[in-house]
């Protein structure tokens, strides 16, 4: 049984930086697709960030490659960091991790379907204030 935990939100200014953690318990790191979407109120969600595990491929949407990027969370290899600098108001969002488990190495992973992923964490909140 795969279980999916986030933490890391928060309320902080433009300009200043969060990161966000993620730990998948019952699959192993270095065979899954692992990321996080996030969803605007009354929106659906979207691809925020994606990383094969197996391999190493990432995917950033448009919006916030350059100030988001990746970080192994542990030597055991079951969490993932998402650094997020230069947060902007339009950030703003419940951030979701995702785990999907067949990873193939060399592939990149879905940053436009959230359907591809079976598992959610219960998502946790980031505020950006102007």
């Known amino acids: 049984q795969v279980q999916v935990a986030e933490s890391g939100g928060g309320s902080v200014r433009a300009g200043e930086s969060l990161t966000l953690s993620c730990e998948a318990s019952?699959?192993?790191?270095?065979?899954?697709?692992m990321g996080w979407f996030r969803q605007f109120p009354g929106k659906e969600r979207e691809g925020v960030a994606v990383?094969?595990?197996?391999?190493?491929?990432?995917?950033y949407s448009e919006s916030v490659k350059g100030r988001f990027t990746f970080a192994q969370g542990n030597p055991e290899n079951t969490a993932l960091l998402l650094q997020m600098n230069s947060l902007k108001p339009e950030d703003t969002a419940l951030y979701f991790c995702?785990?999907?488990?067949?990873?193939?190495?060399?592939?990149?992973?879905?940053?436009?379907?959230?359907?591809?992923?079976?598992?959610w964490g219960q998502g946790t909140q980031v505020t950006v204030s102007s």
């Open positions: 995702v785990v999907r488990l067949d990873a193939l190495y060399g592939f990149g992973c879905s940053l436009h379907n959230p359907a591809a992923y079976p598992y």
């Open positions: 019952g699959t192993t790191y270095g065979s899954t697709c």
């Open positions: 990383v094969n595990t197996n391999g190493g491929i990432t995917s």
